[in-house]
Protein backbone atom coordinates (compact mmCIF):
# COMPACT_ATOMS: atom_id res chain seq x y z
CA UNK A 1 0.00 0.00 0.00
CA UNK A 2 1.48 3.54 -1.02
CA UNK A 3 0.63 6.25 1.50
CA UNK A 4 0.23 9.37 -1.44
CA UNK A 5 -2.16 7.17 -3.83
CA UNK A 6 -4.22 5.79 0.07
CA UNK A 7 -5.11 9.73 0.14
CA UNK A 8 -6.06 10.44 -3.34
CA UNK A 9 -7.89 7.63 -3.23
CA UNK A 10 -10.05 8.47 0.47
CA UNK A 11 -10.64 11.90 -1.03
CA UNK A 12 -14.11 13.03 -1.53
CA UNK A 13 -15.83 16.07 -1.82
CA UNK A 14 -17.03 17.70 1.59
CA UNK A 15 -20.01 20.22 1.95
CA UNK A 16 -20.81 19.74 5.85
CA UNK A 17 -18.36 20.28 8.21
CA UNK A 18 -17.72 20.58 11.87
CA UNK A 19 -16.85 24.26 13.94
CA UNK A 20 -13.52 23.22 14.86
CA UNK A 21 -10.76 25.79 13.24
CA UNK A 22 -7.64 24.64 11.15
CA UNK A 23 -5.27 24.87 12.87
CA UNK A 24 -2.08 27.52 11.58
CA UNK A 25 0.42 24.96 10.95
CA UNK A 26 -1.57 23.10 8.52
CA UNK A 27 -3.09 26.10 6.68
CA UNK A 28 1.15 27.03 5.98
CA UNK A 29 2.14 23.36 5.20
CA UNK A 30 -1.11 23.21 2.72
CA UNK A 31 0.24 26.77 1.13
CA UNK A 32 3.64 25.60 0.81
CA UNK A 33 2.06 22.19 -1.14
CA UNK A 34 0.04 24.77 -3.30
CA UNK A 35 3.09 26.67 -4.47
CA UNK A 36 4.84 23.09 -5.05
CA UNK A 37 2.65 22.32 -7.52
CA UNK A 38 3.51 22.37 -11.42
CA UNK A 39 3.66 25.32 -13.61
CA UNK A 40 4.65 25.82 -17.04
CA UNK A 41 7.98 27.56 -17.58
CA UNK A 42 8.26 27.62 -14.07
CA UNK A 43 5.88 31.14 -14.17
CA UNK A 44 3.84 30.01 -11.09
CA UNK A 45 1.06 32.75 -12.06
CA UNK A 46 -1.11 31.96 -9.03
CA UNK A 47 -2.01 34.13 -6.05
CA UNK A 48 -3.85 32.24 -3.43
CA UNK A 49 -5.96 33.54 -0.11
CA UNK A 50 -6.77 32.05 2.75
CA UNK A 51 -10.52 33.61 3.75
CA UNK A 52 -11.34 32.84 7.62
CA UNK A 53 -13.74 35.32 8.61
CA UNK A 54 -17.27 34.15 8.88
CA UNK A 55 -18.70 37.10 7.10
CA UNK A 56 -16.35 37.22 4.43
CA UNK A 57 -17.46 33.28 4.04
CA UNK A 58 -21.02 34.26 4.21
CA UNK A 59 -20.37 36.92 1.43
CA UNK A 60 -18.71 34.59 -0.95
CA UNK A 61 -21.58 31.72 -0.47
CA UNK A 62 -23.75 34.33 -1.40
CA UNK A 63 -22.07 35.25 -4.55
CA UNK A 64 -21.97 31.43 -5.36
CA UNK A 65 -24.35 29.63 -7.68
CA UNK A 66 -23.48 26.02 -5.71
CA UNK A 67 -21.86 26.37 -3.22
CA UNK A 68 -23.71 28.27 -0.29
CA UNK A 69 -21.61 25.93 1.79
CA UNK A 70 -18.87 27.96 2.01
CA UNK A 71 -20.74 29.92 4.86
CA UNK A 72 -20.10 27.11 6.97
CA UNK A 73 -16.54 26.52 6.26
CA UNK A 74 -13.77 26.40 8.80
CA UNK A 75 -12.19 28.99 5.95
CA UNK A 76 -11.90 29.25 2.40
CA UNK A 77 -8.52 28.90 0.09
CA UNK A 78 -9.01 31.14 -3.27
CA UNK A 79 -7.02 30.47 -6.18
CA UNK A 80 -6.58 33.38 -8.55
CA UNK A 81 -4.38 33.54 -12.01
CA UNK A 82 -2.90 35.94 -13.99
CA UNK A 83 -5.36 36.19 -17.04
CA UNK A 84 -2.61 37.14 -19.53
CA UNK A 85 -0.70 34.09 -18.99
CA UNK A 86 -1.01 31.63 -21.42
CA UNK A 87 -1.54 28.56 -18.59
CA UNK A 88 -2.75 30.19 -15.42
CA UNK A 89 -6.03 28.03 -15.59
CA UNK A 90 -3.92 24.38 -15.80
CA UNK A 91 -1.65 26.25 -12.95
CA UNK A 92 -3.98 27.47 -10.93
CA UNK A 93 -5.71 23.52 -11.19
CA UNK A 94 -2.87 22.05 -10.71
CA UNK A 95 -2.19 24.61 -7.24
CA UNK A 96 -5.94 23.65 -6.59
CA UNK A 97 -5.70 19.57 -6.61
CA UNK A 98 -2.33 20.18 -4.65
CA UNK A 99 -4.26 21.48 -1.72
CA UNK A 100 -6.75 19.25 -1.35
CA UNK A 101 -4.96 16.24 -1.03
CA UNK A 102 -2.53 18.00 1.27
CA UNK A 103 -5.88 19.26 2.94
CA UNK A 104 -6.68 14.99 3.18
CA UNK A 105 -3.95 14.11 4.33
CA UNK A 106 -4.66 16.26 7.49
CA UNK A 107 -8.03 14.83 7.87
CA UNK A 108 -9.79 18.01 6.70
CA UNK A 109 -12.14 18.03 3.93
CA UNK A 110 -12.75 20.47 1.09
CA UNK A 111 -15.05 20.76 -2.32
CA UNK A 112 -13.90 22.29 -5.21
CA UNK A 113 -16.22 25.19 -5.83
CA UNK A 114 -15.77 26.66 -9.81
CA UNK A 115 -14.60 29.97 -10.30
CA UNK A 116 -13.03 29.98 -13.60
CA UNK A 117 -15.79 31.64 -16.61
CA UNK A 118 -18.18 32.01 -13.39
CA UNK A 119 -20.19 35.05 -13.23
CA UNK A 120 -19.76 35.58 -9.94
CA UNK A 121 -15.92 35.56 -10.65
CA UNK A 122 -15.75 38.97 -10.61
CA UNK A 123 -17.78 40.15 -7.62
CA UNK A 124 -15.12 37.54 -5.52
CA UNK A 125 -12.26 39.55 -6.75
CA UNK A 126 -13.49 42.68 -5.61
CA UNK A 127 -14.76 41.38 -2.15
CA UNK A 128 -11.26 40.13 -1.80
CA UNK A 129 -9.71 43.70 -3.09
CA UNK A 130 -7.39 41.22 -5.32
CA UNK A 131 -5.80 43.32 -8.11
CA UNK A 132 -7.44 42.93 -11.63
CA UNK A 133 -5.18 41.69 -13.74
CA UNK A 134 -6.26 38.01 -11.72
CA UNK A 135 -9.29 35.88 -11.97
CA UNK A 136 -10.34 33.65 -9.90
CA UNK A 137 -10.11 29.80 -10.56
CA UNK A 138 -11.03 28.32 -7.65
CA UNK A 139 -12.81 28.09 -4.48
CA UNK A 140 -12.20 25.43 -1.80
CA UNK A 141 -13.97 25.58 0.86
CA UNK A 142 -12.30 23.45 3.81
CA UNK A 143 -12.52 22.37 7.34
CA UNK A 144 -13.15 18.94 9.46
CA UNK A 145 -15.68 16.75 8.31
CA UNK A 146 -18.92 16.77 9.89
CA UNK A 147 -20.41 14.54 6.92
CA UNK A 148 -19.45 12.55 4.49
CA UNK A 149 -21.55 11.35 1.39
CA UNK A 150 -19.66 8.78 -0.84
CA UNK A 151 -20.05 8.73 -4.32
CA UNK A 152 -19.86 5.80 -6.44
CA UNK A 153 -16.65 6.20 -9.16
CA UNK A 154 -16.96 4.87 -12.47
CA UNK A 155 -15.05 1.45 -12.97
CA UNK A 156 -11.50 1.68 -14.19
CA UNK A 157 -12.22 0.51 -17.28
CA UNK A 158 -15.09 2.76 -18.28
CA UNK A 159 -12.44 5.62 -17.86
CA UNK A 160 -9.29 4.84 -19.39
CA UNK A 161 -7.35 2.62 -22.49
CA UNK A 162 -4.04 1.93 -23.36
CA UNK A 163 -2.41 2.79 -26.77
CA UNK A 164 -5.46 3.79 -29.06
CA UNK A 165 -9.08 3.95 -27.90
CA UNK A 166 -11.12 1.10 -29.14
CA UNK A 167 -14.11 1.25 -27.44
CA UNK A 168 -17.73 2.62 -28.24
Known sequence: MNVG??????RHSVRSFKPTPVEDHIIRDVLECARHAPTAMNHQPWLIGVVREKSLLKEIAGLTDHGKFIADAALCFT????????????DCCAATENIIIALQSYGIGSCWVAGDKKPYAGAVRTLLKVPEKYTLV????AGYPADIAL???????EVTFFETYEGG
Open 151 to 157: MKKKDLD
Open 138 to 141: SLLP
Open 79 to 90: IFGERDEKYYLE
Open 5 to 10: TTIIKS
